[in-house]
């Protein structure tokens, strides 16, 4: 293994990180409490309680996991869209640098960005709800897969995009559409019966899932449905960035 | 002595069906400076960008150091420093942090004084905290050399090294590249300046159409291909050249004012100067000057290139 090489991409990352902070971290905490504001306080009020659980202290867990999908597919597309926008990721290719190192670095960076800001909203959520975590160790193991997943996704779009649009389209056309009927804001037993099963398509919903039922043991589909859809988004990605790097698409000719 | 690198029946094809090299066979010895020179297009980047593993070869081999490019790429690419032809940076960086990543990302460990010497030998030492977007062209091209000597490779490649900089800069450029060939390092430089090839290069390729048409040593290039000239000036123009004359193959020129005999040292043509001079005199043609020219690099470059379309 190229420790030093995996250490000096994550680094560099990192370091882009400090370099964009309002946009890295202030950002995405400055819009995570204006939904509490607006949701939990403003309209929440007037919401009964779901299950045992107030509305804002529902809405942590799809608040942290809305976060965490749009930053680790928007740090991990970036991280290595702008190099190949730029032409320095002829440095990469040319370094004695084994795809799998490649990925554990961007990738790495991408995710550990996202359960920071993950992390950090919620401290933000402590300052506007009380809420409580009922099982700790599943809840940083949902964040760590989510971010990790979301993270490979957000990659492979940074290797798909030719231009800035494109590295946008995703995250916006879909990333986000999901996130929003995606169990974040409510339960799926809110909805008609129709739509409820439409929602079982949506694979926002097992993430969202599981990850409240680690706060509060409520679930909209069994946790271990939840675990195992997870880990299925995970090989999925995995296997799609490891035909990348095996074809070379989009990064060598 | 075993070459650095080897190239065997290496060719490239592209996605679109160009074929951009063309079973292409070479050695680079080591500690040799390699000037490959080519026109647009002709396949110098595909070239060097399959040595280093920027570009999937689609057939042939090539080994560094003995090491096969695709199955041992980490100890190939280990030994390889990569100047890039385009400016391509991070804007946002700092010079001391872009270097040291580069160090990094070849598989070295931390070595600031290693770095600090590297800064020091391009003159960037004083930039060391600036922001990369805040250096200037040629600083950028000195910074790209620094990332490719950060990890202390064996051979550099050099893609249009001086392209852009002014002369000042590419004269430095050329002391930096003769220092480093003193250290042992092979540098292998592509460029369309063939003062520069004339000036640095051991031994000069020339690519055209992704085939090397000609691999020689420039000294034994010049020689053998470098025709020379003598051209004197007439007292009197002549209308046409004598037939006592004819064996020369003089040529007229300057409307008949200047008298032009073409010879090549290689075939001994010095000795029939005099041979010709005196006929000259016997003929009762007087000259009143003359001067001697040899063909630069560059037109046999143009020949070469010429005669293999």
């Not at chain 2, 100047?83 to 040291?100: I, K, M, N, R």
């Not at chain 2, 930039?127 to 950060?150: D, E, F, Q, V």
Request: charged share 20%; with cysteine; aromatic share 10%.
């Amino acid at each position: 293994m190229n420790w030093y090489a995996i250490r000096a991409i994550y680094h560099f990352e990192m370091a882009r990180t400090r370099r964009t902070l309002l946009q890295s971290i202030v950002s995405p905490v400055i819009s995570t409490s204006l939904y509490f504001v607006v949701f939990g306080a403003a309209i929440g009020s007037r919401i009964p309680q779901i299950g045992e659980v107030s509305y804002g202290a529902f809405l942590v867990p799809g608040l942290i996991m809305l976060s965490l999908l749009t930053q680790s597919v928007s740090n991990a597309s970036f991280g290595i869209y702008f190099p190949r926008f730029s032409g320095t990721i002829y440095e990469l290719l040319s370094a004695p640098v084994s795809y799998f190192e490649a990925v554990l670095a961007y990738v790495g960076a991408a995710a550990t960005k996202s359960v920071i800001v993950g992390l950090i909203i919620l401290a933000t959520a402590a300052l506007f709800v009380p809420f409580s975590i009922a099982h700790p160790f599943w809840m940083i193991l949902f964040l760590l897969l989510t971010s990790v997943t979301f993270s490979l996704i957000g990659f492979i779009i940074g290797i798909w995009a030719d231009n800035f649009e494109k590295l946008q389209l995703v995250p916006l056309l879909i990333i986000t559409p999901l996130t929003f009927l995606g169990d974040s804001f409510y339960s799926i037993d809110m909805l008609p019966p129709f739509w409820q099963t439409v929602s079982l398509f949506n694979p926002v919903v097992y993430l969202v899932s599981g990850f409240r039922w680690s706060f509060y043991g409520i679930a909209d589909v069994g946790v271990a449905v939840s675990l195992v859809m997870t880990l299925l988004f995970l090989a999925v990605a995995m296997a799609v960035v490891a035909w990348i790097f095996k074809t070379g698409y989009r990064l060598k000719n | 002595m075993q070459p650095i690198i080897s190239i065997s029946a290496l060719s490239k094809t592209y996605a679109g069906g160009f074929q951009a090299l063309k079973g292409i066979d070479l050695d680079i010895r080591q500690g040799e400076i390699f000037a490959l020179l080519g026109p647009n297009g002709a396949g110098k980047t595909t070239l060097i960008g399959t040595i280093c593993g920027i570009v999937r070869p689609s057939a042939g081999r090539v080994r560094v150091g003995g090491h096969d490019i695709i199955s041992e790429y980490r100890a190939a690419r280990s030994m390889i420093g990569l100047v890039p032809q385009e400016l391509t940076t991070d804007a946002f960086e700092s010079v001391w942090g872009t270097v040291s990543f580069s160090r990094g990302l070849f598989g070295k460990a931390p070595n600031p004084a290693h770095i600090e010497k590297v800064l020091r030998e391009l003159s960037l030492w004083d930039k060391r905290n600036n922001k990369i977007i805040t250096l200037s062209g040629g600083m950028k091209r000195r910074l790209l050399i620094a990332k490719a000597l950060s990890h202390e490779p064996q051979v550099l490649f050099l893609d249009e090294p001086t392209a852009g900089v002014d002369v000042e800069l590419r004269r430095d450029m050329w002391a930096l590249v003769r220092r480093l060939r003193e250290s042992g390092v092979t540098v292998i430089l592509t460029t369309h300046y063939i003062e520069e090839a004339e000036e640095m290069a051991d031994r000069i390729g020339v690519i055209n159409k992704g085939e090397i048409v000609l691999v020689e040593e420039k000294a034994e290039l010049m020689r053998k291909l470098g025709k020379k000239q003598l051209t004197l000036h007439l007292d009197a123009p002549l209308a046409e050249i004598p037939g006592r004359l004819a064996d020369y193959g003089l040529e007229l020129a300057g409307g008949g004012g200047q008298l032009v005999y073409t010879y090549d040292d290689a075939r001994g043509d010095r000795a029939s100067i005099l041979k010709l001079l005196e006929d000259l005199a016997a003929a009762g043609i007087a000259f009143k000057d003359l001067q001697t020219s040899q063909s630069s690099l560059e037109d046999i470059f143009v020949s070469l290139v010429k005669d293999s379309r």
